[in-house]
C-alpha cells in the first residue's frame, strides 16, 4: 500500500461521488 495520505486523499473524493450517485 502506498502513503496513508494519498490514500485518503482518494478515498475522499471517492465517497463524495458515490454519494453524489446514489
Known amino acids: ?3 496513508p495520505e494519498k ?3 482518494e478515498t475522499v473524493p471517492i465517497l463524495i461521488i458515490k454519494f453524489f450517485l446514489l
Open 1 to 3: 500500500m502506498s502513503d
Open 7 to 9: 490514500l485518503d486523499k
